[in-house]
């Protein structure tokens, strides 16, 4: 538990974190699997993990110890963290195979519902949702047919 600036008590994003984690690597193994691609190779499942998880798993750490500390301060800078990750999360679609876009999607929606629940840009904070389902649903759209 932490506390932050506004005297509240709020947990480390652990579940927040393993569901943008196991979303990503999903995706990412649906992808792998070119499920609706008319191919007769097998993928491989070993080169799949040893590639995408320790990126999903490093990015997950980074995206959401960052969100965590900006939570524990609070304030306006909560609302331009959320925007500013929802924003790399759609720019990451380009690199959809990585995973990136649901793990930067889900810091930007706890960053942004963090920042609606000390009341602060409501603009900024719908801005930033808004992308980041935006690119979790072109995360979803690349690996089914990517």
């Not at 990750?85 to 720019?91: F, G, K, P, Q, T």
């Amino acid at each position: 538990m932490i506390t932050t600036s506004a005297g509240t008590v709020r947990p480390i994003p652990i579940p927040a974190a393993t569901a943008s984690a196991g979303l990503s690597a999903v995706l990412t193994a649906i992808g792998a699997s070119e499920p609706f691609r008319d191919s007769d190779v097998t993928p491989d499942w070993g080169a799949w993990a040893a590639s995408n998880l320790p990126i999903i798993l490093g990015s997950t750490v980074l995206v959401f110890g960052f969100v965590h500390r900006i939570v524990e301060r609070g304030g306006p800078a909560l609302a331009r963290s959320a925007v500013v990750l929802a924003v790399l999360s759609v720019l990451s679609l380009t690199v959809f195979w990585s995973g990136l876009p649901c793990v930067l999607a889900g810091g930007a929606i706890l960053a942004a519902h963090e920042a609606r629940s000390q009341r602060t840009s409501r603009t900024a904070t719908t801005a930033a949702l808004g992308l980041a389902v935006a690119a979790v649903a072109g995360a979803v759209a690349a690996a089914l047919f990517g």
